[in-house]
């Protein structure tokens, strides 16, 4: 510790790896020879503890020199500034620290999500600079272009070309001269043709083009058919996702609506929120596509973000075939170096648009100009994990500060995202009049109470009338700020009518006879379907523990009357349980509704299906795709491309197979059980089970034949199923919001989680307790706050679980109430035995 000289510049400093508990800004000198370094953003080494041991921290900012003749405290020095120019720029530190306040996590759990991977290796020295590639053989070895082999041991070049004769196709491929490869079986043969067609690429990207493993390639090489080669990070050629679609549509006059509001909302500079409301196949992509071209004539960044890439390359080749390099994709499949590359040239201004799921919203722009979110209402925008963040609210946190433009797309708009455009709407009608005009045919007369987000205006308890945006037409309205707008889709961008939706009432079918998972009405679409040629899918979504009980004489389904979500059935104690109050009851033997002994846990898996479908329909090829069949790397990909490409007739899933795909060949959408959605024990479940409806209805008849959808349920008349049937999300959410607001749930009142986990379950129920007294004791006023339970996932990784629910109608109160369980946990001393993980409106209650 050397005493700082007069004068000597001091910074602040979070710690890597710190405990929440230590999670504070420290102050450093930094000596002489390191002032030129010292900026803000950049990485330092610091000297930490009683035993002054080496971290990894960053400069937060610089406080200015240390007063003369002034030393209260000895700070300690900083040991390094290794690199020449900082990691982060002033716009980050100021979203990490808005972060660890609204997600209670620490300095470098928020600022992690902003670094790249392999930070701590300093931003110059990118991990490896090159990446394993791999070609077709040229002929006498060694590669062309100044590329250098792979150095392979044990893999000598040009093996095996001599001896046996070729079995299958002789290919007709570059650099083959002197002999015909030999390809033993199919799964060369692809290898080698995606090599033949796209020459060399990463052996990742190759292994993913042509379905098979890597090993297939190393077998090639050995037989000196192909050759591994080392390509350089910042040059990738040959990128799987195929480019499509360069020139921009004719836009519809829907999408000239919403691409002219979305331009005007750019020029305007100022921080704008805009959600488009467009049916499935309205062409929310062009509209997306058509005001990023305009963010880019303005100079300005983009973001785009979609649920999960590996389910949408689709969308990937289309921004690709747009804008080419000018994209930089964040996915999975990257490895350190590729996703560093990737990280720079967004950093660098190269790349000025970022695409990728939920952890591309922090790409590294120096501002957002444009930030799109895709099926904004999808769950993988939630983090589970610490930081518990909304993609959406980093996204419009960083459009805030730039004067940006957040575009959230979605055909079935989550119901509290759509309450405030509602509410934003209403609060100033008539701001564009043009426009404001086309808004709301049915000028439904909805309730309006409570807080109704962002800070709107009320107009009393009895009800306001306000235009529901119905079909097609535009709003705008500017209540303060923020500035907020609303853009209806309600046709297909394509000449394809809307699938035709049949709901099958199953009590029917029991009464008679037919005790199968298929409707006679499925099981005949099927046939049909094949017979035609076409293909089809089949959803079901089955979760493993969260089974319900179900009456099949009546449709009725075991709910806890205090929240209003099904019972959940556990096997071990042969009981039905509450999810969210903890509440239990005995398994009825009859149902109490219509007495019928025919109630019991409800739930058959997708495998089950599968074996249906085969005992139905012997000749047809069935693709499954669930948990179970997508663990392995690059999996989704591989099922989605093999049902492409008609490997299959039908593809049986999970809520996997619903999302935006493109099929042209499928006419037929089946969901089996439609009740396991609207039951699944959540708040959310109405809405998902309505999102998931009409997402997999719009799989249906994107070709030149119209869509058939078959929904099969026991409760025909719930308002979800009702709604979907009639692409009428209006009426959905009309129903929607009324029970949400009986029930106290969100957007009315906010729900705020506290999970204190542990090996020792006592404890941590004792911790749960005292924590629970604490709330209790502070007297917070509008604050309910249930007693801690054991979560329907008591257990995880052998930690035991205990979770206290507090509910208020001000985000900003529940915020401090479950502060103040955070600060007490940290007093406490808690962490020497428990964990607390700590969520607002969590997507799961489980
Ligand atoms: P969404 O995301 O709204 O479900 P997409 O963006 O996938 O819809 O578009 C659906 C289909 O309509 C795509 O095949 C797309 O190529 C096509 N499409 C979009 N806009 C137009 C247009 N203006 N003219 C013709 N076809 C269009
Ligand atoms: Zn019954
Ligand atoms: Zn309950």
């Known amino acids: 510790m050397t005493p700082p000289s007069s004068g000597a510049l001091v910074v602040r400093v979070a710690i890597d790896n710190a405990t929440s508990t230590f999670d504070r800004e420290y102050h450093y000198t930094v000596p002489e020879r390191l002032a030129a370094r010292a900026c803000l953003g950049a990485r330092a080494i610091v000297p930490f503890g009683a035993r002054d041991a080496p971290r990894d921290a960053l400069i937060l900012g ?11 405290v000895r700070l300690k020095e900083v040991a390094d500034i290794p690199d020449s120019s900082p990691l982060l720029r002033q716009a980050d530190i100021e979203l990490a620290a808005y972060m660890r306040g609204r997600y209670f996590c620490t300095w470098f759990d928020a600022l992690r999500c902003m670094l790249p991977k392999g930070w701590e290796r300093g931003p110059d020295s ?34 095996g070309l001599e001896g046996k004769s070729p079995e299958g196709c002789a290919p007709q491929g570059r650099g083959l001269e002197g002999g015909t490869p030999k390809l033993q079986n199919e799964q060369q043969r692809r290898a080698y043709r995606v090599l033949d067609e796209r020459g060399e690429m990463t052996l990742r990207e190759a292994a993913l083009a042509a379905e098979v493993g890597v090993g297939v390639f190393e077998t090639l090489a050995r037989n000196g058919v192909a050759e591994f080669t080392a ?7 040959g990128e799987i996702w195929a480019r499509s679609g360069a020139e921009p549509f004719e836009p519809t006059p829907e999408q000239a609506l919403a691409i002219g509001q979305a331009r005007r909302l750019l020029d305007g500079g100022r921080y704008a929120e805009m959600l488009l409301h467009g049916v499935t196949g309205s062409g929310k992509t062009e509209v997306y596509l058509q005001a990023i071209s305009h963010a880019l004539s303005q100079g300005r960044q983009s973001i785009v973000l979609v649920p999960e890439i590996s389910l949408t390359p689709q969308m990937v080749s289309r921004f690709r075939g747009r804008f080419g390099e000018r994209v930089a994709v964040f996915h999975s499949r990257l490895s350190l170096g590729e996703r560093k590359d990737q990280w720079l040239r967004v950093r660098s201004g190269a790349a000025p648009i970022a695409l990728g799921a939920r952890s591309a919203v922090f790409a590294p722009h120096a501002e957002v100009g444009l930030a799109v979110i895709d099926e904004e209402h999808e769950s993988s925008y939630k983090s589970e994990m610490t930081p518990r963040y909304h993609a959406a609210d980093i996204a419009r946190r960083r459009c805030e500060r730039s004067g940006g433009l957040l575009l959230l797309g979605s055909a079935t708009p989550s119901v509290e995202r759509y309450w405030n455009a509602r509410a934003y709407a209403a609060a100033q009608p008539g701001a564009v009049g043009a426009e404001r005009t086309q808004l709301g045919a049915d000028g439904a007369r909805i309730a309006q109470l409570g807080a109704g ?10 009800g306001v009338e306000i235009a529901l945006p119905g079909a097609g037409g535009a709003g705008i309205a500017q209540p303060g700020a923020p500035l907020a707008a609303y853009a209806s889709m309600a046709r297909r961008a394509t000449p394809q009518a809307l699938p035709e939706v049949q709901v099958v009432d199953m009590r029917e079918e029991l009464k008679a006879g037919n005790r199968g998972m298929f409707s006679s009405a499925l099981a005949q679409a099927l046939t049909q379907a094949m017979a035609e040629g076409k293909q089809a899918m089949l959803l079901l979504n089955r979760r493993g523990y969260a089974t319900f009980v179900l009456c099949r004489g009546c449709g009725y389904i075991a709910t806890c009357r205090d929240c209003s979500v099904s019972y959940s059935y556990h096997s071990d104690a042969g009981r039905l349980l509450c999810h969210y109050c903890g509440m239990s009851a005995p398994m009825p033997a009859a149902c109490p509704m219509c007495g019928s002994g025919a109630i019991r846990q409800f739930g058959a898996g997708t495998e089950r299906v599968e074996a249906e479908v085969a005992r139905l329909l012997p000749s047809c090829s069935v693709l499954r795709m669930d948990r179970d069949t997508t663990s392995g790397k690059d999996s989704h990909a591989k099922i989605l491309g093999a049902f492409r490409d008609k490997k299959a007739d039908v593809l049986v899933g ?12 499928v006419t037929l959408v089946g969901a089996l059980a439609a009740d396991a959605l609207l039951n699944f024990n959540e708040y959310r479940a109405p809405e998902r089970a309505f999102q998931l409806l009409t997402q997999v209805a719009g799989r249906a008849g994107r070709g030149d034949s119209r869509g058939r959808v078959v929904i099969q349920t026991y409760n025909p008349d719930h308002y979800c199923i009702v709604a979907a049937k009639a692409h009428d999300y209006g009426a959905f959410f009309r129903q929607e919001i009324a029970a949400r607001r009986d029930l106290g749930y969100p957007p009315f009142r906010h729900i705020g989680v506290a999970v204190v986990s542990g090996n ?8 749960a307790k005292s924590l629970h007294a604490c709330v209790i004791r502070d007297r917070r006023p509008g604050l309910a706050a249930l007693a801690p339970t054991r979560p329907p996932i008591a257990k995880v990784r052998g930690k035991h679980r205990w979770r206290m629910v507090l509910k208020h109608d001000d985000e900003l109160l529940l915020h401090a109430a479950l502060r103040s369980v955070v600060e007490r946990f940290s007093e406490e001393k808690m962490h020497a035995y428990a964990d607390l993980g700590v969520d607002i409106d969590p997507f799961s209650m489980s």
């Open 126 to 159: 990118s991990s490896p600079d090159t990446v394993r590639g791999v070609r077709l053989a040229a002929p006498g070895g060694a590669g062309d272009g100044g590329i250098t082999p792979f150095p392979e041991v044990g893999a000598p070049q040009g093996r």
């Open 62 to 72: 610089i406080v200015g020199g240390q007063e003369g003749g002034q030393p209260a």
């Open 453 to 462: 987000g962002a800070g709107i205006a009320q107009s009393g308890a009895d």
């Open 654 to 665: 999970t809520q996997m197979i619903a999302k935006g795909h493109d099929f042209p060949n």
């Open 760 to 767: 020792d379950d006592a404890r941590c129920g004792e911790a």
């Open 231 to 237: 390509i350089a990070a910042d040059k990738i050629p």
